[in-house]
């Protein structure tokens, strides 16, 4: 998904670059309290950064989207994993996986 946020975030409006990167930390939560009110105000004066932050509100849902049509193994029934897990731990270096 962050490979896909990105190929994503070049091709939309650039917004202040000094802000890009707060912007999209904004996105993931990784925002300090002062730095949000930073941002905040700096987008009250500044179109740019309003419409990017709009655009990477869209962004993240279509990302979402793409997350759930792409299931990643953290997200594989339980069942599977163990499955999969016992496989690799039993299998003996000789007979290993593909060389
Ligand atoms: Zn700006």
Same mark, same amino acid.
């Given at each position: 998904?962050?490979?896909?946020?990105? +190929? &994503?975030?070049?091709?939309?409006?650039?917004?202040?670059? #000094? *802000?890009? $990167?707060?912007?999209?930390?904004?996105? +993931?939560?990784?925002?300090? !309290?002062?730095? /949000?009110?930073?941002?905040? $105000? *700096?987008? /009250?004066? @500044?179109? %740019? @950064? /309003? %419409?990017? !932050? =709009?655009?990477?509100?869209?962004?993240? $849902?279509? !990302? =979402?989207?793409?997350? #759930?049509? *792409?299931? =990643?193994?953290?997200?594989?029934?339980?069942?599977? /994993?163990?499955?999969? #897990?016992? !496989?690799?731990?039993?299998? &003996?270096?000789?007979?290993?996986?593909?060389?």
């Amino acid at each position: 998904v962050i490979t896909f946020c990105r +190929d &994503a975030l070049r091709s939309i409006a650039a917004p202040c670059s #000094a *802000h890009a $990167v707060h912007l999209s930390r904004r996105m +993931d939560g990784q925002l300090s !309290a002062g730095e /949000r009110v930073g941002l905040w $105000v *700096h987008m /009250r004066g @500044c179109s %740019a @950064c /309003r %419409a990017f !932050a =709009r655009q990477l509100e869209k962004l993240r $849902v279509l !990302a =979402r989207s793409e997350a #759930a049509s *792409h299931p =990643r193994p953290q997200t594989m029934p339980p069942d599977v /994993r163990e499955r999969l #897990a016992a !496989a690799v731990t039993h299998t &003996a270096p000789d007979q290993g996986p593909l060389q």
